[in-house]
Nanobody
């Protein structure tokens, strides 16, 4: 079991940047495929970005391509999501997810370890 804890959310204005971090309180994240999802009320959890266990492969949903960057900080056992050029449409609870394997899928059911989320709110 992996216990994931997200941090770094908060209030931002359009065009601002935020840095989300996902840390593990137990098992090392180095051997896990990781991802970030987000969810707004009444909507299904949406894939945002994923990164392979090696850190060599990553992919993003179209709406954040070029603005968000996912990276691994294996030295400190974290996975970071850098959010740039934020818009109100990015407002959501952001969740970190993990699964054993080379790389996870782009749907929430591909992952079996989840954090509790961190709120990102972007005002216009």
């Amino acid at each position: 079991q992996v216990y994931l804890v997200e941090s770094g959310g908060g209030l931002a204005q359009t065009g601002d940047s935020l840095r989300l971090s996902c840390a593990s309180s137990g098992r090392t994240l180095a051997s896990l495929a990781m991802a970030w999802f987000r969810q707004t009320p009444g909507k299904e959890r949406e894939f945002v970005a994923r990164i392979s266990a090696s850190g060599q492969i990553d992919s993003y949903t179209t709406s954040v391509e070029g603005r968000f960057t996912i990276s691994r900080g294996d030295a400190d056992n974290t996975v970071v999501l850098q959010l740039n050029s934020l818009t109100p449409e990015d407002t959501a609870i952001y969740y970190c997810a993990a699964v054993v394997g080379v790389i996870g899928g782009g749907i929430w059911s591909s992952y079996d370890n989840w954090g509790k989320g961190t709120q990102v709110t972007v005002s216009s």
